[in-house]
């Protein structure tokens, strides 16, 4: 008995105590409000226990796949001798499903770990690469730069979910069966995550030398054109500003990512596939956010289908459908009766 | 024999890890709610105090005054980590759940749908919130989650304060100066969450990342604020 509690009893000298903690309180009787203490959140640096405990969880794991399950049970309890069978059992399905949770809350922290590095960045880097956003660098026959990096287009797509959501509640878009919200996110995320993995999956095509990573933040940072003209255009209504806009800023967003795009692709077919895709899209989509969500059309389209005048319009509409069947019908009754005639 | 080696072993394990944890984690100046047990101080077993045989209205009324404590500290931004250093959900649920009952306003049987529904601001404030927590976490934040969730729900209080008197004027005629007394409260209440906001939480990120970690702080609440100022009830 004492055996398996040995070198845990040892490993708390170490650096982490956590699980061992956990058995030894059971049996020595300790105290369980440390116990939550030492799990606490509020110790400053709980990112990097979180990640060691997730390594030891898996070694844990590790061994308990090795081992057979009944041994698994007396190492856990480690008091046979006490308890009765129903106790061990409950204990150790409580032990299953804590340890099940427990390493699927841990996964998620590792996986934020895992994205740390492509939020390395500084804020004159953001702010430089945004204006190079907008700069188209006629540079063709040298692959030019991309930064890996996903902080800024994040944050240009939320901030484009933002505008957007503006944009909704001052045109009174109603959305049926979804809120406003919803349908924000999905446009900006879908837009986004879609266009991306479509041009990356025809950069693969046109073996363009280019990776999801760099195609998510060359997409993302081109947003930030978008953002400008929609923020501007919703608050403006000038069709003509609208327009001037669409070319000038969205114009000049697009041009740089077609011209990174050109540097990367070898062959005049390819490039043109490449980037014509890209620029049709990035251009029509901005087109899109805009006048799905504009005033001015939800008030042509209020006259268009409003209360009144359908009717109208109806009666006229109705008697010229409603009077070619019979046409028709005759035309064929005299055809048949033709044909008949001479039999 | 052996098993009481190995009951001595893992005991002075126990002390000599948790001395280490508490000149970690517990300083003297702060003033900490509800009664931690220490197991190295358990030989002086009278002046122990358990929360466990107390009268539900005492804790109760020690919880209410925690959460009333944050607010005034919310209210009257200073540098203080009291709001970071014992985190509740409660202020933040109560503040968000009035905050959208009031935003939801007469829409709810109107024909229209136009008006913010409630549970498109509880997931604005409650996503918004989380979001920002991932983000500041993955700039290399020294913050934890719910740390984070606290303070972002706890600094919400200017806009529903803003929220209820915007409601006030609102009762009064419509025209200009109604709207511009809503502006004015609003962005003031605006400014005010966004740097009560940062005060608190600015210290946790790395100083040369402050700014990136402060934009979406500043959208969240610029979004919300937005809502309360365009807000009208039908």
Redesign the interface.
Known sequence: MASPVAPVGGARNGASPEWGGFEENIQGGGSAVIDMENMDDTSGSSFEDMGELHQRLREEEVDADAAAAEEEDGEFLGMKGFKGQLSRQVADQMWQAGKRQASKAFSLYANIDILRPYFDVEPAQVRSRLLESMIPVKMVNFPQKIAGELYGPLMLVFTLVAILLHGMKTSDTIIREGTLMGTAIGTCFGYWLGVSSFIYFLAYLCNAQITMLQMLALLGYGLFGHCIVLFITYNIHLHALFYLFWLLVGGLSTLRMVAVLVSRTVGPTQRLLLCGTLATLHMLFLLYLHFAYHKVVEGILDTLEGPNIPPIQRVPRDIPIAGLPIAVLNATAKAVALTLQPH | M??AD??T???T??K???LG?SD??ISEDIPVEGE????MA?HSQDEDYSTLDEPVRETIIRDLKAVGKKFVHVMYPKKSNAL????DLWGPLVLCVSLALMLQGGSADSK???GP?F??VF??IWFGAV?IT??S????G?I????SLCVLGYCVLPLTVAMLVCRLVLLASMGPINFLIRLIVVIAMFAWSTLASTAFLADSQPP??K??AV??IF?FY??IS??IL?FTPH
């Open positions: 052996a098993e190995e009951l072993v893992g005991e394990a126990t000599s890890g948790f944890l970690v984690s931690i047990t220490v197991p358990s970071l250093r014992d985190w229209e749908d136009g529904q549970a498109e997931v604005i979001v991932l983000n976490k993955l700039l290399g020294t934890s989650f719910f740390q040369n990342r700014a990136l934009y979406p959208l610029f979004v937005w809502m365009t």
